[in-house]
């Protein structure tokens, strides 16, 4: 029922910026939860940020003080502004949405921090 379109990804030299974007369609609830996730070559998808509705925020301590989640909720839509970038952060980094108790993803989209 909920479809999740991401862009922004692209190749980025270290301490330089990017900033994701995540649109949700479809059977959206004003209760919900987005966030990210990454996942880099031989390594497990982890957490890097989410938002509720509600204005909750959580980061990853890897990430903090570097990125920020933010949404808009009138567009259906999470950002991810990536500020500092390392080459650590260089993963597939996928949009989560959860809401009515139902979870989806979004497809990947490529970050690269390389020089």
């Known amino acids: 029922q909920v479809q999740l ?3 922004g ?8 910026s990017l900033r994701l974007s995540c649109a949700a369609s479809g059977s959206i609830f004003s209760i919900n939860d987005m966030g ?6 031989g390594k497990q998808r982890e957490l890097v940020a989410r938002s509720s ?5 959580n980061y990853s301590d890897s990430v903090k ?5 933010s949404r ?5 839509t999470v ?20 809401g009515a ?9 490529q970050v690269t921090v390389s020089s």
Do not use: H
């Open 79 to 98: 950002y991810l502004q990536m500020n500092s970038m390392k080459p650590e952060d260089t993963a597939v980094y996928y949009c989560r949405y959860i």
């Open 101 to 109: 108790g139902r979870l989806y993803w979004g497809q990947g989209t």
């Open 53 to 57: 509705s509600g204005g909750g925020t």
């Open 65 to 69: 003080g570097r990125f920020t989640i």
């Open 5 to 7: 379109a991401e862009s």
């Open 9 to 16: 990804g692209g190749l980025v030299q270290p301490g330089g």
């Open 36 to 41: 990210w996730y990454r996942q880099a070559p």
């Open 72 to 76: 808009d909720n009138a567009k259906n």
